[in-house]
């Protein structure tokens, strides 16, 4: 009885290593949500300070690893701060004179939905970023 548990784990232990052998091969998927290199989207986002400072459009909703080409155009009759936190080490405070437009490319990689367009230190506009913040599979 003993000749035979040991023929099989004989058995067991080659066709294990057999697996680990063809298993290396196979290709290795990335999880779904990252972004391959020179995958990410480039999404040019608008916003325009109306005279009365309120901005249009007031939200602005994107996918989690979107490269963002933002651009602030003033339409207000005195100088007004912007501010973007959540994203001011990419997006860092501005001031903008009327009729001035500021504009800076940034990755919006910090997902959530409230990242608020600071003007003159008061909420006018909000960008969502949607996505998890995990990896789909860990946890």
């Keep these: 009885m003993s000749r035979r548990f040991a023929g099989l784990l004989v058995g067991v232990l080659a066709a294990a290593a057999a697996l680990s052998v063809w298993g290396g091969r196979l290709p290795v998927e990335r999880p779904s949500g990252v972004a391959r290199s020179g995958a990410t989207r480039i999404l040019p986002i608008v916003l325009r300070i109306q005279p009365d400072g309120h901005v249009t459009p007031s939200s602005v909703t994107l996918p989690l690893g979107t490269r963002v080409d933002l651009t602030v155009t003033s339409a207000a009759a005195k100088a007004l701060r912007v501010e973007l936190p959540g994203y001011q080490d990419r997006v860092p405070g501005f001031t903008l004179e009327p009729g001035a437009t500021f504009r800076r490319a940034f990755l919006a990689d910090r997902p959530g939905d409230d ?5 003159d230190g008061s909420p006018a506009a909000r960008l ?12």
């Excluded at 990242?115 to 003007?119: G, M, Q, Y």
């Excluded at 969502?128 to 946890?139: P, Q, T």
């Design 115 to 119: 990242f608020a367009l600071l003007v």
């Design 128 to 139: 969502d970023v949607a996505g998890s913040h995990l990896i789909e599979g860990h946890r």
